[in-house]
């Protein structure tokens, strides 16, 4: 008798536990550090408060690998974010993701945000959007002074490394030279997989980047390059005399690199410095994009809650970052270059075109990244490198996006 009291109390305690206890949904991302806790604080804790829900979140630098092992393992989260577009039409096309139709307001984002696949259906939204075809300089350098160091190899601020995924910051600058080129339309056949690595306009833009870089001629160049982190590339602006005046990085690096602080860092359009650039207000752009693997009730708000305007705004305040949401529009106040940054990301008159790495299939980024490495420490091994590259295109079972600019002239 004794022991079933004790297997009774224990069953009441666990019961009470369980009715007591809110409902959860599971959320992985790539923030950590200050990023989760500034999602914390301005997008999770809200969220929490006022629908009594709790959010398990998980984040990671290697999300990519930990959603790819939850999925395999059969235990994958209720809600991801991932940068890569091409990795979740991957999924889409696996049946991992739920179709978002009725729960976001598809209509108040862009084509090139919330793209639709080939069966019609909406699998993803961006949280978080970034402009990606500029290039930073300190305060009072002249637009003369830019052309100058354009030709500089030295003065090119560029850091290659990003753990694992090293080399992207190689891969956005062939994209954006290949947009600003050869424009849209090309870009989404490429980006799309329609256009070869091997035609003389993808071929264009990595020797145009090649001679950018000084690609094979300086040991010393080279090591700081690939040895260099991307958050760090900006570092040498800061010394006396500059190490480098020039970065062509994203909107994001502004918050991410001090250095860009202490010299003040302004930002022009890559177009005016990109050699042959024809293309007329086409902009690169990336962004964390929202997706559901599991339709349950509380999912399913988080997912409205996180397409809603108060959210989208509040988490583009706590980052000093962007929104795409017509409805969450920003305002005059803070940085000159915030506001024109933002203004050009919700322009209706610009061409948007998503970062195209991001928008191939998985193991094709990969690849394309590798080889943006390889190809700066032998530019003579670009033949095989495209042609590898092409043979991937390739090959079938692959899921390509149908678009990835908002609009193509």
């Keep these: 008798m004794a022991s079933c009291l004790v297997l009774l109390a224990a069953a009441v305690v666990l019961g009470v536990r369980a009715v007591g206890r809110e409902p959860t949904v599971t959320l992985l991302a790539n923030w950590t550090g200050s990023d989760e806790r500034n999602l914390r604080q301005a997008v999770i804790e809200p969220f ?123 891969t956005d600058w062939i994209e954006d030279i290949l947009l600003q080129q050869h424009g849209p339309r090309v870009y989404q056949s490429w980006a799309g997989g329609r256009l070869s690595w091997r035609s ?65 860092g302004r930002y022009a359009p890559s177009s005016g410095l990109i050699p042959g650039s024809t293309a007329d207000d086409s902009w690169e752009v990336s962004g964390d994009l929202v997706a559901l693997l599991h339709a349950t009730p509380q999912a399913e708000q988080l997912i409205r809650y996180l397409s809603s305007p108060t959210a989208q705004r509040a988490w583009a305040t706590a980052e000093s970052a962007f929104s795409v949401d017509t409805r969450a529009q920003p305002t005059s106040t803070g940085p000159t270059w915030h506001h024109t940054l933002a203004t050009t990301l919700l322009s209706p008159s610009a061409t948007h075109c998503f970062d195209a790495s991001d928008a191939m299939p998985p193991t094709i980024r990969d690849a394309f990244a590798e080889s943006a490495i390889d190809y700066l420490a032998h530019p003579g091994h670009l033949d095989s490198l495209l042609t590898t590259l092409d043979t991937l295109r390739q090959a079938p079972g692959q899921t390509w996006l149908p678009s990835v600019c908002d609009r193509v002239s």
């Design 200 to 264: 003389p306009q993808v071929r264009r833009a990595w020797t145009t980047w090649g001679r950018l870089m000084g690609a094979g001629k300086s040991p010393s160049l080279l090591r700081r390059t690939l040895q260099t982190g991307y958050a760090e590339a900006s570092a040498p602006v800061t010394a006396t005399p500059r190490g480098c005046t020039l970065e062509h990085q994203a909107s994001f690096i502004r918050t991410q690199s001090t250095a860009w602080n202490q010299v003040d």
């Design 48 to 170: 929490e408060r006022k629908y009594h829900v709790h959010v398990d979140y998980q984040g990671s630098s290697a999300e990519s690998q930990v959603l790819g092992a939850d999925v395999e393992a059969g235990t994958p989260p209720d809600v991801v974010v991932l940068t890569g577009p091409g990795e979740l039409a991957d999924y889409a096309g696996q049946k991992q993701l739920r179709p978002l139709d009725g729960l976001i307001p598809r209509e108040d984002f862009g084509a090139s945000w919330a793209t639709p696949l080939a069966d019609g259906h909406v699998y993803w939204f961006p949280l978080k959007a970034d402009l990606k075809s500029i290039v930073w300089y300190p305060a009072g350098m002249s637009e003369a002074e830019r052309r100058g160091a354009r030709d500089d190899p030295a003065q090119w601020c560029v850091g290659m490394g990003s753990g694992a995924t090293s080399g992207w910051p190689g």
